[in-house]
């Protein structure tokens, strides 16, 4: 994957897709503003629903595409693809 550093974060291109050209999002300034006054207990709470939101996404969609899996692959899978392959 290539990295396209964001403002606050990354995004994430997909090497070889021609399809989704190369962008750098930049957030507005007041968002900026708003995320700047939280606490780093608020931001890493914020985040931490973020990952938590994107695991059970990535389950459902595993689980869809799997049919003949059972859940300790489903996990397995979900862990390998979260932690970028170190899993």
């Known amino acids: 994957m290539l ?3 964001a403002a606050i974060g990354y ?5 070889g897709d021609k399809t989704q050209p190369r962008v750098i999002e930049v957030i507005d300034d007041e968002m900026a503003a708003v995320i700047r006054a ?4 608020q ?3 914020i985040a931490d ?3 938590a939101s994107a695991r059970q996404m990535l389950l459902s969609h595993l689980r869809s595409e799997h049919t003949d899996w059972n859940e300790k692959q489903i996990s397995r899978e979900a862990a ?3 932690s970028h392959g170190a899993v």
């Open 38 to 41: 939280k606490s780093g207990a």
């Open 43 to 45: 931001r890493l709470r």
């Open 49 to 51: 629903g973020m990952y």
């Open 11 to 15: 995004t994430f291109v997909m090497a």
């Open 80 to 82: 390998r693809r979260l």
């Open 3 to 5: 990295f396209v550093k």
